[in-house]
C-alpha cells in the first residue's frame, strides 16, 4: 500500500516520515524523488520554487517501483497512492515554524492562506481514494506519529475529513 503523507510545508510531515522510518517504515521524499530524476527544471524565481511535471513525477516513482510505504511530501497526493494523509496546522502557528525557517514573508503568507483554504486537503479529497487529517497545531511529534499509525491500523472517524476547519483565518492572510 502506497501512502501519501502530505500538508503545507511545516506541518511535520519530514519529521513524522523519519519518526516512521525509524520504526522500519520505507518512505520516499517527493523533492528527493525529483532531483534524482532531473525533475526540478526551472525555477519560478517570485515564488522561490521550482516546476514540476506531474506526469513525470508519476513516472520516475514507477521507474522506482515504489509502491509499498510512505510517499512524503506536499505534492504526494497528487500522485499515484492508496490513501492519503493530510497534516494540518493552524495558520497562525504554520506561519511561527515558517519563520523560525527564515522563509520569506511572502512565502509564509502563501502557505498559511494555502492552510486556511484547505488547498491541499482538497486537491486531495479529489484523488478519490480514502483521506484523512490531522490536526498537528499542538502535537509534538511522536503524538503525530501515533495518530498517522492509529489511521494505518484503521482508525477512521477521528481523523475523517471535515473535522478542521480554518476558512474564518483566510481573511487575515489574503
Not at 12 to 29: D, I, M, N, R
Not at 147 to 163: D, F, M, P, R, T
Request: charged share 30%; proline share 4%; net charge negative.
Amino acid at each position: 500500500m502506497l501512502i501519501a503523507l502530505t500538508g503545507t510545508p511545516g506541518t511535520g510531515k519530514s519529521t513524522v516520515a523519519s519518526e516512521l522510518q525509524a520504526k522500519g517504515w520505507k518512505a520516499l521524499e517527493v523533492n528527493d524523488l525529483a532531483k534524482r530524476h532531473g525533475l526540478l527544471r526551472s525555477k519560478d524565481p517570485a515564488r522561490d520554487s521550482y516546476d514540476l511535471d506531474l506526469d513525470e513525477l508519476q513516472e520516475a516513482l514507477d521507474k522506482e517501483k515504489f509502491n509499498d510505504g510512505v510517499l512524503v511530501g506536499h505534492l504526494a497526493h497528487l500522485l499515484d497512492v492508496d490513501m492519503v494523509i493530510v497534516l494540518r496546522c493552524h495558520p497562525d502557528v504554520l506561519a511561527k515554524r515558517l519563520e523560525e525557517r527564515k522563509w520569506p514573508l511572502a512565502k509564509i503568507r502563501e502557505n498559511a492562506l494555502a492552510e486556511a483554504l484547505d488547498i491541499i486537503l482538497a486537491e486531495a479529497v479529489d484523488s478519490e481514494v480514502p483521506v484523512f487529517e490531522v490536526n498537528t497545531t499542538e502535537m509534538s511529534p511522536p503524538e503525530t506519529e501515533g495518530a498517522v499509525l492509529a489511521i494505518l491500523a484503521g482508525e477512521k472517524e477521528k481523523y475523517a475529513v471535515g473535522n478542521i476547519d480554518w476558512s474564518e483565518e483566510a481573511l487575515r492572510w489574503s
